[in-house]
Structure formats: structure tokens, C-alpha cells
């Protein structure tokens, strides 16, 4: 004879229907995991809006818009990589909302760089979040990390290092400040400066790697990396 589902049958599917759906990954969350291709995309852009904000930070360096125009673009181009680690760096170790900061390493781990650049990239990250540096103290670094006198194409080194010493003697006074119980603290900050130049060394290794996957640079990466 005829099956029939019952009224209260039917509000008892449309319940455990409703909350079955409930439990599916949203689709977005889902597309969170992003081809290779659109995280390469995204971090295009974050480096190219970190390159327009890394040369307005360089322009307020006192002292900096005196030196000599060319030694100025020298120092720019050969710190850019540099300064945009210790940026990303910060951004990572920041404790933002869980995912956030994933999402970032997500990111650069699925965005076609190879693994052999991958692990020196995050082992700098980690030993930046260990030295728990102050915003004074960060943007002290960078500073000292743009006006470094022996970059490729600086002329007058000098008027560069007349620049970089008296960041490096205030850096030095905030280190034992802000961690009177590590009297190496100093010491320890400028061996990241050490770790960021091999990092350097990786990054146009990467770079290389990417052109010769025919991905594109924006027009101003492509000017501070002379890329195509
Ligand atoms: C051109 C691009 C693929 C690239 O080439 N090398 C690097 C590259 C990589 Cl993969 C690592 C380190 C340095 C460079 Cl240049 C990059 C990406 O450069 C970045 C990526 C992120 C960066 C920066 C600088 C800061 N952050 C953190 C940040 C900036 C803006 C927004 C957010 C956010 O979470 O919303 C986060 C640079």
C-alpha cells in the first residue's frame, strides 16, 4: 500500500537536512587553498604596496633625501629585499587572529618558491618573532638596514655611514633599555642583518626561478629588482 511521509516526518527531514548543510565547508573556506598562481598574484601586490611604503619610511630618514640621488636609489635597490623580510617578518610574528598569519604562510608556501628557499626564509622568521623587538627597535633595524654603506653602486660611503652610526648608537642604548638582562641583545639584532644578506643571496634565486616560469612582476618591482 501507499508510503506516505508523515507531516511530522517531513519537519523532522527538513531538520537534520538543514543541519547537514549547515556542517559543509563553506565554499569559500574551501577555495581558501589558492593555485600557486593566485597566491604568486596576491603576493605581487603585497610586495608592490610594500615597496611604495618602504621608499615613503626611506624619504623620512633624516638626512636620507641629502645624500646623493643615485647613492639614494643604490641604497634603495639594495636593501629593498632586505627591508621587505624584516617587514614580513613583523607582519608574521604579529599575533593576529588565528588563520591570519597562516593564511600569509599559506601563501608564500604554495607560490611556486622552492623548497630549499622555503626553509631559510622561516627559520628567519621564527629567529625574528624569538627577539620579541619593540616597534622602536624594528624600525631602527630597517632603517639601519637601508643606510648600509657597501651596498652595490654607492659612491660616497661615507656620508652613508655619517647616517647609519648614529641609528646604530641609538639602537644600541634601546637594546640594553629594553632587555637590561641580555647584554647580547645588540649583538644578537645585527646577526639577523647577517642572515638577511644570504637571504638576499635566495631571493634572486627565487626571483630568477619565477621569470623562467613566466610569471610577471609589476612595473615597479621590475624597476627595484631590474627584472626585465
Ligand atoms: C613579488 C612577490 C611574489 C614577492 O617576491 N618576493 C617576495 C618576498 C617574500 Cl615571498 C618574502 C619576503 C620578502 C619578499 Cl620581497 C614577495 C612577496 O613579498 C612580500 C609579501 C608580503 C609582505 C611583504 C612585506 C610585508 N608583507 C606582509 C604583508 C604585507 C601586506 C599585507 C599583508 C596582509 O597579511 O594583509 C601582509 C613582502
Redesign the pocket.
Known amino acids: 500500500d501507499k508510503v506516505e511521509i508523515t507531516k511530522e516526518q517531513q519537519v523532522l527531514m527538513q531538520a537534520i537536512l538543514k543541519a547537514y548543510e549547515r556542517h559543509q565547508i563553506p565554499q569559500d573556506v574551501a577555495k581558501r587553498l589558492y593555485s600557486a598562481e593566485e597566491n ?1 598574484l596576491l ?2 601586490e ?2 608592490t ?2 615597496v611604495q611604503v618602504l621608499v615613503e619610511f626611506t624619504k623620512n630618514i633624516p638626512g636620507f633625501l641629502s645624500l646623493d640621488h643615485e647613492d639614494q636609489i643604490a641604497l634603495l635597490k639594495g636593501s629593498a ?1 632586505e627591508a ?2 624584516l ?2 617578518a613583523q ?1 608574521f610574528n604579529r599575533k593576529t587572529p588565528a588563520g ?1 598569519t597562516e593564511v ?1 604562510e599559506e601563501r ?1 608556501r604554495k ?1 611556486g ?1 622552492s623548497e630549499e628557499f622555503i626553509k631559510p ?1 622561516f627559520n628567519f622568521y621564527k629567529s625574528i618573532g624569538e627577539l620579541l623587538m619593540s616597534p622602536e627597535e624594528q624600525a631602527l633595524l630597517t632603517a639601519v638596514t637601508i643606510l648600509t654603506p657597501d651596498r652595490p653602486y654607492v659612491k660616497d660611503h661615507a656620508a652613508v655611514e655619517r647616517l647609519q652610526e648614529p641609528m646604530l648608537e641609538v639602537l644600541k642604548k634601546l637594546c640594553t633599555l629594553h632587555h637590561p638582562h641580555e647584554p647580547q641583545y645588540f649583538a644578537r639584532l645585527l646577526g639577523r642583518l647577517t642572515e638577511l644578506r644570504s637571504l638576499n643571496h635566495y ?1 634572486a634565486e ?1 626571483i630568477t626561478s619565477w621569470r623562467v616560469n613566466d610569471h610577471k ?1 609589476t612595473p615597479l ?1 621590475c624597476e627595484i629588482w631590474d627584472v626585465q
Open positions: 604568486f603576493l605581487t603585497m610586495a604596496s610594500q629585499v621587505m623580510f617587514r614580513s607582519v591570519h600569509l608564500i607560490s618558491i626564509m631571493h627565487i612582476f618591482l
